[in-house]
């Protein structure tokens, strides 16, 4: 056999080796990134309950407003101990802007926490033209209401 005809066997036969070493690692690489969502959530309750789908509210933290209507709920509900340490799923705080409401006029600031399985806990906040907030009550359901 000639060394032409060596050398391009040689090099067919080192491409072939190359792109499965590739095609394999590409499919690790996928395999640890599904597994990776438990690891880089705020905690592992989180990510077990979440599976795949992050909200923008889990990836960025919770705004502030969202996090006070939450202190705001322990504080003042009774059922209070049901949600209690749940993580804030989703709320409607960049909707909010306080210069567009007039006097007499409020902003319902709706906040959702992940709760066991598929249960959202829905509490509900009004916000007043002078930036008071004001907690109105907390519901259960399976879906998100902000």
């Known amino acids: ?10 090099g067919l036969g080192l491409g072939l080796a190359l792109g499965a070493m590739l095609i394999a690692g590409s499919a690790v690489a996928q395999e640890l990134d599904g597994q990776g969502d438990k690891d880089k959530s705020s905690g592992a309750q ?42 804030i799923y989703e709320n409607n705080a960049k909707e909010y802007e306080a210069e567009e409401l007039e006097k007499g006029d409020t902003f319902e600031l709706l906040v959702d926490l992940l709760g066991e399985g598929n249960a959202k806990y829905n509490l509900t906040c009004e916000i007043d033209a002078d930036g008071n907030m004001t907690y109105k009550g907390m519901g259960e359901s399976t879906s998100v209401k902000s």
Not at 1 to 7: A, E
């Open 46 to 87: 989180v990510g077990e309950q979440q599976g795949a789908h992050e909200t923008e509210t889990q990836a960025e933290g919770a705004p502030k407003l969202a996090r006070e209507c939450l202190d705001l709920a322990l504080q003042e509900d009774e059922g209070s101990e049901t949600f209690r340490g749940n993580s």
């Open 1 to 10: 056999m000639s060394t032409k005809w060596m050398n391009a066997g040689l």
